[in-house]
Structure formats: C-alpha cells, structure tokens
C-alpha cells in the first residue's frame, strides 16, 4: 500500500504527459484540416470580379417559375457559308495571321478614331454566346477627357497601392521585365475607353431579380470576340483589369449596382514610336491535344 501511494504521482505525470500528447495530436490534426481546407490567398482576385452566378438571391426576390423569356421560342431555318477545303484553309490561315499581329500596346495615340467603328466592333462583340441567352454585358465607351481623367486618377491611386502593398513580390518582378508600372497615361491619349461590366443578374418586369447564367464566362467571350473586332480594323489596346477600381469606376460610370467591372481596354491607333515587349507565343504543339 505504502509502495502504491509513492508511486501515485509518477501515474498522474505519466498519464497528464499522455494527455498532453494526445491533445497536442488532436489539435494539430484540426489545425492541419483546418489549413488545408482554407481558401488560399490570391492577391490578384479582385472581390469586385467574383461571379454571383453560384449566389443564392434571397427567397422573396426570385421567381422560379417565370424568368422573363418566352417559353416558345419560334424556330427558323439556318443557312451557312460551306466553303470548299482549301477555302477553308485559306481562310483559317489568313484570320491566324491577323490575329497574331495583336500585341498588347500601351503607347497609344490620341488619332481620332471614327465613332460608326466603335460601334460596329461593340455590335460585333454583342453577337457572342451567353447562358440562356441572357446577354449580361454592358459595354460603356467613355470619349470625355474629363471622365477619361477621372478614370485615370482612380486607376493609377489604386494601381500605385497595388504595386507596392497588394501584389508581392513575385507578381511584381514578373512585370518589370514588361516594363509596367501604375502610370497609366494611355487612360488619357487613347480616344475611347471601353469599360465591360458583367451583369451579375438582371430585372424582371415584374421588379424580381433575373438569374444570369454563367455571366463571367459569356462577358469574357464577348471580350475575346471584341479583341478580334478591333484588330481586325487595325485598333489597338491593351487588356486592363484594374484591381480594386471597379466599385468606384462604377459609381463614376453611374452604372447599378448589378454590374460589376471585368474589363478597361484603352483602344485607339498606336504612337509612331510605339513598343511592344519582344515576345513570342507557345507553338500549337504546346496548347492543343488531340486525342
């Protein structure tokens, strides 16, 4: 008995140390799933630019049973170009090397550019494919050198916090050999500027939100599309998602609060003594699969 009462605080530091252990183990694994399962930081998403298709919109504002499109939507018969074989790859070639002279350029002149093609380019991108056909695009074309300005003192603020706070070292080396910086005076030479909001959901007549299907998506491939427009009338941009400027943009713009900035594009004819990065682009053999 004597021997069992001497040795009862050797048991209880023994099992207070496997207690311990056990807890030490038990935390470390929580901490470990936790980790694992916390989103990663990205810098470089902007919040303004999430997508809203996954959000649910409050119960009482959607109408499941109505979205506001025709339930018959008449059919018509489709006619086509079908053009011969070497047509085909006559023309394939030629639109591959139209679009591989588009470079991103920064240099941009303040040459009038004809307002009819603006039009015409955004009209082309308007013919792009979206979720149900709900065309949840907004493209704004700003001309005013007052709003160009403005436009530029609220890029190049946040752009500056960017460089030096928001985006790390590594992204900003990966740009030094660019040559970029936050100075952005092609906001004020280039003639227009055009601004792509995505359309986070729409209106119904009957005043409930409208769900837009696959918004981001469909907006950048009308973007794409209104690349191709440009280059194909020998304008020039370079592709701008200004981080953290599209809540203010958007307030200046007067656009609601459905739309959200995806895109800036500057577009306009090139300076004479315009540059561009010597770059080259990865061989087909690099981008395509075929299985």
């Known amino acids: 008995m ?43 998403v902007d919040e303004d630019l999430k997508d809203g298709t996954g959000h649910h919109l409050e119960e009482e504002e959607v109408d499941e049973e109505w979205q506001g499109l025709e339930e018959n939507v008449a059919h018509v018969p489709f006619s086509s170009e079908h053009y011969t074989e070497a047509e085909m790859i006559k023309r394939s070639k030629m639109f591959y090397e139209l679009l591989n002279k588009r470079r991103s350029v920064r240099f941009l002149s303040d040459e009038p550019v004809p307002r009819e093609v603006i039009d015409n380019v955004i009209r082309t991108a308007g013919t792009s494919p979206s979720g149900a056909h709900t065309e ?70 009957n005043g409930k939100k409208k769900t ?6 469909s907006v950048s491939i009308a973007c794409g599309i209104l690349l191709a427009a440009l280059q194909n009338v020998g304008l020039y941009t370079v592709t701008s998602t200004p981080l953290n400027c599209g809540p203010q943009l958007r307030v200046l713009l007067q656009r609601p609060a459905n739309e959200k900035l995806l895109l800036l594009l500057p577009v306009g004819y090139p300076k004479k003594d315009a540059t561009v990065p010597a770059l080259t682009r990865k061989p087909l053999e690099d981008i395509m699969v075929v299985m």
């Open 212 to 217: 837009h299907y696959y918004n981001e998506i």
């Open 136 to 205: 949840p695009w907004t493209f704004v074309v700003v001309q005013d050198p007052y709003l160009k300005h403005k436009i530029r003192e609220i890029v190049e603020e946040e752009e500056e916090i960017n460089y030096k706070k928001r985006m790390g070292d590594r992204w900003v080396n990966d740009l030094k050999r660019l040559r970029t910086n936050w100075i952005k005076e092609y906001l004020d030479t280039a003639p227009y500027l055009i601004l792509i909001f995505k359309q986070v959901y729409g209106w119904l007549p």
């Open 2 to 44: 004597a021997l069992f009462s001497s040795l009862t605080p050797v048991f209880i530091t023994i099992i207070c140390i496997l207690i311990g252990v056990i807890l030490k183990k038990t935390n470390g694994e929580k901490e470990k799933h936790e980790t694992k399962n916390k989103p990663l930081s990205h810098p470089w």
